[in-house]
T-cell receptor, first 115, second 114 residues
């Protein structure tokens, strides 16, 4: 079985400050890890993914994420937050050993960036 | 726009009625996924197709739900005898099969069952 935990329902940060949105995962094999962002009444937009290789992954809109196998984490980061980054962020995992193609998502973390 | 499209965007129906949603994937994508998202939750997998074959179905997909992808292009998701608990956002995603494939999502269909 595969699962994802996003321990924070909401993260508040001031514009210009660095942000971190946390994600931990559980898989029996090796993970593919993804971050998506959702704006109100919209579908999910892909931000970035970890497949293999460098543990630091860079994605869209200045976001990056660090894969940490020992801590089973894949935290999303951005050096300087923008008000327009305010949205709902989802972490997702797929166990590439399982033979299944489906993603398992966390419950989401609401990011609020204040001016 | 060459992204995933879904129709309708909103649907209000009365309990017991049948509803059908359509998803048009990105044209060269051979995989198509359906998810359900309720308030405060992440998307939950329902089913997926590779070309026209339905390869996986979640336990969430009760016998009132049926999905098709008859020609390996667009897909439909039908809910029969709707219940208030079916109220949710229904999301479609598509991808090209491969190890680390990225799923691209449509805007969703929001269903409200009265």
């Amino acid at each position: 079985a595969q699962s994802v935990a996003q321990p924070e329902d909401q993260v508040n940060v001031a514009e210009g400050n660095p942000l971190t949105v946390k994600c931990t995962y559980s898989v029996s094999g090796n993970p593919y890890l993804f971050w998506y962002v959702q704006y109100p009444n919209r579908g999910l937009q892909f931000l970035l993914k970890y497949i293999t290789g460098d543990n630091l992954v860079k994605g869209s809109y200045g976001f990056e994420a660090e894969f940490n196998k020992s801590q089973t984490s894949f935290h999303l980061k951005k050096p300087s937050a923008l008000v327009s980054d305010s949205a709902l962020y989802f972490c997702a995992v797929r166990d590439w050993n399982s033979g299944y193609s489906t993603l398992t998502f966390g419950k989401g973390t609401m990011l609020l960036v204040s001016p | 726009d060459t992204g995933v499209s879904q129709d309708p965007r909103h649907k209000i129906t009365k309990r017991g009625q049948n509803v059908t949603f359509r998803c048009d994937p990105i044209s060269e994508h051979n995989r198509l996924y359906w998810y359900r998202q309720t308030l405060g939750q992440g998307p939950e997998f329902l089913t997926y197709f590779q070309n026209e074959a339905q390869l996986e179905k979640s336990r969430l997909l009760s016998d009132r739900f049926s999905a098709e992808r008859p020609k390996g292009s667009f897909s439909t998701l039908e809910i029969q005898r709707t219940e208030q608990g079916d109220s949710a956002m229904y999301l479609c995603a598509s991808s090209i099969s491969g190890g680390g494939e990225t799923q691209y999502f449509g805007p969703g269909t929001r269903l409200l069952v009265l």
